[in-house]
């Protein structure tokens, strides 16, 4: 029986889907159970009063800002955290020798100062925003340069069947005085300075969107995948049960084809070695009736069919 792939498939994207929706149904829960600091300073009074063995998962709103903020390049634009890429865009030759487009990458470069959220009674430092997840960074600009074309530079790509279109580099960045939500472990050092930070365990966000938008955000999230689990999975087992099927009708019918024939070599009551075709039990009985069997064993042993047809009926 061949395995049937399409349905095993479908039943293993079922499960890692169903996976997906119990995890983002859990981090919606965890959202749920995160305090919630009405403002800086009301979280400066909660850390005070906190436990110092168990970690503090706060949740903290207010606008970007820094003392020594990034400034872009090309743009200009004021930033905290800066990333510029730049990639090279050419033509090459396919298997096929016609030109296709592709590119690569050349620089990568991320730039991050200290920074702050600020809501008006206070500052709350984050550390390590990028790699939170919900960080979405502003393009703050775009340009493409074009590659100059030379004969020597126009010959050198030829001959590595490619050809130069130019380079397009980007930035990218979090521009100061965005309102962001902070999601983190809240700690107080010796100084009273508050950090939010990845905690040792549970959830890290730094997103535009309120708590309540990242709850409702992450439910619909794990509803989804529990509807595309559920189809994925019934039409899986769907296939399975229709691959199944069909070799059991396979076999059932094999199993009355040999019910309904029989080896021709079993007749005589003698085992013959040589091949002979399978014959139908009705067109048996009626070669049995008919007495005719020496005649056909003589056939195929000894005589061809012109000398069967001469012999007497004693022989």
């Not at 050092?189 to 709850?215: A, C, E, N, W």
């Not at 559920?230 to 039409?235: K, L, P, S, T």
Request: charged share 20%.
């Amino acid at each position: 029986m061949l395995i049937p792939w399409g349905g095993v498939g479908c039943c293993l994207s079922a499960a890692a889907l169903y996976l997906l929706g119990r995890s983002s149904g859990r981090d919606a829960e965890v959202l749920r159970s995160v305090a919630r600091a009405g403002s800086t300073k009301d979280l400066a009074a909660i850390l005070d009063t906190a436990s110092k063995v168990l970690p503090l998962v706060v949740a903290v709103s207010g606008r970007v800002g820094s003392d020594t903020p990034l400034i872009c390049q090309q743009s200009g634009m004021r930033g905290v955290i800066v990333e510029e890429t730049a990639e090279q865009h050419f033509l090459k030759h396919n298997d096929a020798g016609s030109w296709i487009q592709d590119s690569a990458v050349m620089l990568s470069v991320s730039k991050e100062v200290p920074w702050y959220l600020d809501d008006g009674t206070g500052r709350v430092f984050v550390v390590g925003a990028r790699g939170a997840a919900g960080l979405v960074l502003t393009v703050a600009s775009e340009v493409f340069e074009e590659s100059g074309r030379t004969l020597v530079r126009g010959t050198l790509d030829y001959l590595q069947g490619l050809k130069m279109l130019g380079v397009k580099r980007t930035e990218r960045v979090l521009p100061t005085g965005t309102s962001l939500t902070v999601v983190g472990e809240a700690i107080k050092d010796d100084v009273g300075t508050i950090r939010i930070q990845r905690p040792h365990k549970g959830p890290f966000y730094v997103s535009p969107k309120s708590i309540d938008q990242l709850i409702m955000n992450l439910g619909k999230w794990a509803k989804l995948y529990q509807l595309a689990s559920m189809g994925f999975a019934a039409f899986g087992v769907f296939l399975l049960a229709k691959r199944a099927l069909q070799h059991f009708l396979e076999r059932k019918r094999r199993h009355e084809l040999q019910k309904r024939c029989v080896p021709t070599n079993h007749l005589f009551g003698f085992r013959r070695t040589w091949f002979m075709p399978l014959l139908h039990k009705d067109k048996l009985e009626k070669l049995k009736g008919a007495m005719v069997w020496p005649h056909v064993l003589l056939y195929e042993l000894l005589f061809s069919f012109d000398e069967l047809s001469t012999l007497p009926e004693k022989n």
